[in-house]
């Protein structure tokens, strides 16, 4: 998939400030979403989403504790031409800071996090969500926050609607939205397309197999954090027809899994569409006399292959193929899937 710039005009900032200002397609559809006369975003690095709130809300409040990046903040929004931003430098939790921001419609806060930890928890955002809805209760109910998106719905202590957003097909951005802001308990977003999936009640989970069918699909990963498996195929069901059998689940390994059905369909939250080839033992030499005859140019390995090898195993398959076709190679237990991925416009 084509990789996209991450901003339109690049902002000024530190390489690392750089690094986590938040993408230009996610800021912007958030930005969409908490749209409001006045909203306060009271952790603002170099001002990465606030150049965004402040073109979809009347009037923008930003607090940033680091008077360099608040300095940033400003000539980002001075260079998209926005005067309807004020900017506070100092501790969102300190008192003075508090006072001087009135009532507002929506509070903002996509808080600092270590770069690493083993596990993220909402432990180690600063400042801290629990501080920051106690701070600013008398402002408002309407509450959003960022979050590390490596967290699973079972980890986020607090009643909230739990956005996780896929950005080019990775994981990239967890939004946790409270009070008037909350409309399900989780959702899955896939950019730039803006499609979303939502929660539906009583759905059985999606029954595992071992057995690869016709055509495999790949989720989006904001469908697989977001828990939302079963309403995903529930939805590829309905568009199949009763006829074409349900969907279930291939378990590839820890990281990959894919849904298998005979019923070839599109759908909006399916990262890549596939045509299975063949499924054979995981025999490189073999796999590649078979490819030889199928018009195939590249293999993308989507196997756990140890780093030292993967350039072993690449070339071994890939010798001497010629044609213009890309093929997925994935691995389970020794087996080999060999998928040709369709739909891809
Ligand atoms: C992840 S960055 C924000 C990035 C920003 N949303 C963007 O897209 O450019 C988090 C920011 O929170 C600031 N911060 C941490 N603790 C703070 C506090 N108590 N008050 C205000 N800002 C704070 C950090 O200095 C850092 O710039």
Not at 61 to 67: F, G, K, L, R
Not at 86 to 114: N, T, Y
């Amino acid at each position: 998939m084509a990789r996209r710039k991450q901003f339109e005009k690049p902002l000024h900032g530190d390489k690392e400030s750089l690094r986590f200002a938040t993408p230009e397609p996610i800021a912007r559809y958030r930005a969409q979403r908490l749209r409001s006369k006045v909203l306060a975003d009271v952790s603002c690095g170099i001002g990465g989403q606030t150049v965004f709130f402040a073109q979809q809300c009347e009037f923008v409040y930003a607090v940033e504790i680091d008077p360099k990046k608040i300095e940033y903040a400003k000539q980002n929004c001075a260079m998209y031409g926005l005067e309807n931003v004020k900017f506070i430098c100092g501790d969102a939790l300190d008192p003075k800071v508090i006072e001087q921001i009135p009532a507002v419609d929506v509070i903002f806060s996509d808080p600092f996090r270590p770069a690493e930890e083993n596990e993220r928890h909402v432990s180690s955002l600063e400042p801290g969500i629990p501080n920051v809805l106690a701070a600013y209760g008398e402002k408002t109910r309407n509450f959003a926050f960022e979050a590390p998106p490596q967290m699973p719905p079972e980890r986020i202590p607090f009643d909230c609607e739990k956005e996780y957003i896929s950005l080019d097909g990775q994981l990239n951005r967890l939004t946790l939205y409270f009070g008037g802001l909350k409309q399900y308990d989780r959702m899955a977003v896939a950019l730039p397309a803006g499609e979303g999936l939502i929660p539906k009640y009583g759905l059985p989970q999606v029954k595992e197999t071992d057995k690869m069918k016709l055509c495999a699909y790949e989720p989006e990963p904001s469908v697989v954090a977001a828990e939302l498996l079963p309403e995903l195929a529930e939805s590829m069901i309905q568009m199949a027809g009763p006829l074409m059998g349900g969907f279930e689940l291939f378990i590839v390994d820890k990281k990959r899994l894919l849904l298998t059905s005979d019923a070839l369909i599109k759908q909006s939250m399916i990262k890549n569409h596939y045509l299975v080839l063949k499924v054979c033992p995981f025999e490189p030499k073999e796999i590649n006399k078979f490819l030889k005859g199928q018009n195939i140019g590249s293999v993308v390995l989507r196997a756990g292959v140890k780093p030292e090898e993967y350039w072993e195993v690449r070339n071994a398959v890939e010798k001497d193929l010629e044609g213009n076709k890309t093929v997925h190679l994935f691995v389970k237990d020794e087996i080999a899937i060999l998928c040709e991925v369709i739909f891809n416009d």
